[in-house]
């Protein structure tokens, strides 16, 4: 069974930093990302990592400030969240896949944490 559990969010102001980090049980899986959901909004790649950590991708809204990472030896998954600012409020998702490539499509990814919560205030 395959078990991803996020933690790391919280309550920050603007131009602060937050690590997040996604503890994974079960096999170790290939592809991995974080997606985000804001409030009425729909859920949205944030990066993804490929399974070895070689290859990554990141939404344009994050590129620059968000660095994806991932320790296979410690089974987590890491997004590195910089100058955060009002619009990066949101649910933050780790997800798995069961493939190996590099996917930027939710439907790829099999395996879905819970979430937690980030809010940014100015």
């Known amino acids: 069974q395959v078990q991803l559990v996020e933690s790391g969010g919280g309550s920050v102001q603007v131009g602060t930093s937050l690590r997040l980090s996604c503890a994974m049980s079960g096999r170790l899986l290939n592809a991995l990302a974080w997606f985000r959901q804001a409030p009425g909004k729909e859920r949205t790649l944030v990066g993804a990592?490929?399974?070895?950590?070689?290859?990554?991708s990141y939404a344009d809204a994050v590129k620059g400030r968000f660095t994806i990472s991932r320790v296979n030896a410690e089974r987590t998954l890491y997004l590195q969240m910089n100058n955060l600012q009002p619009d990066d409020t949101a649910v933050y998702f780790c997800?798995?896949?069961?493939?190996?490539?590099?996917?930027?499509?939710?439907?790829?990814?099999?395996?879905w944490g819970q979430g937690t919560r980030v809010t940014v205030s100015s």
């Open positions: 997800a798995a896949s069961l493939n190996s490539d590099l996917t930027l499509l939710a439907a790829a990814y099999h395996f």
């Open positions: 990592i490929d399974w070895n950590g070689s290859k990554t």
